[in-house]
């Protein structure tokens, strides 16, 4: 079973637009992480929070957890085109268990 | 730098029959993870390996799934007989260490007719 969930399955929005996808889990965690995973080059990391940690950025990307309600939500600005893909949330339990996949959000951005 | 190699891409099979499929991971990178992606799922953890042993295998179906990483660099995943149910993505990925950043290879995309 799949611990991560993504809210919401699927999102369309314009160009230029920000775009923001949430992720709730169940157990404690050490470490949780955002894929894309698109057609073309199949699944890439984006970043890695710490569960001691509240927000990263990275670039257009700025990430936030919140271990208190156990998720953590993934914001991307001015998205573009070539953001269309699966976004993933993953995570790792204290007790180095699996890395564990969500079934991720699809994002549309629409030119 | 070469990323995490995967082959073949794709495999047609018949049901009952073996299919093996091969990863090369990064060089340098002693985790190496096998994983298994249904259409619209994210992927799930079959086997992880640091170096040469299989650290956690909890997930993979030993009636029918072996793997292998001899000399802790490449590594090969067998199905054996093939079902209906196990038409999927393979993927395998390696991180330098376990549980930090994965880099994913193109997958192997399984289909049993």
């Known amino acids: 079973s799949q611990q991560g969930e993504e809210d919401p399955q699927a999102l369309s929005i314009q160009e230029g637009e920000n775009a923001t996808m949430n992720c709730s889990y169940k157990?404690?965690?050490?470490?949780l992480q955002w894929y894309r995973q698109n057609s073309g080059r199949g699944l890439v990391h984006l970043i890695l929070i710490r569960s001691n940690e509240r927000e990263k950025h990275s670039g257009r990307l700025r990430v936030t957890l919140d271990t208190s309600k156990k998720s953590s939500s993934l914001l991307i600005t001015a998205s573009r085109a070539a953001d269309t893909a699966s976004y993933f949330c993953a995570t790792d339990g204290l007790y180095g268990n699996k890395l564990v996949f969500g079934a991720g959000t699809i994002l549309r951005v629409k030119s | 730098e070469a990323g995490v190699v995967q082959s073949p891409r794709y495999k047609i099979i018949e049901k009952k029959q073996p299919v093996a499929f091969w990863c090369n991971p990064i060089s340098g990178h002693n985790t190496l993870y096998w994983y298994l992606q249904n259409l619209g799922q994210g992927p799930e953890l079959l086997i992880r390996?640091?170096?040469?042993?299989?650290?956690?295998d909890s997930q993979l179906p030993k009636d029918r799934f072996s793997a292998e990483r001899l000399k802790g660099v490449d590594s090969t995943l067998k199905i054996q007989p093939a079902e209906l149910g196990d038409s999927a993505v393979y993927l395998c990925?390696?991180?330098?260490?376990?549980?930090?950043?994965?880099?994913f290879g193109p997958g192997t995309r399984l289909t049993v007719l």
């Open positions: 390996y640091e170096n040469e042993e299989a650290v956690d």
């Open positions: 990925a390696s991180s330098l260490v376990s549980y930090n950043e994965q880099f």
């Open positions: 157990t404690s965690i050490n470490n």
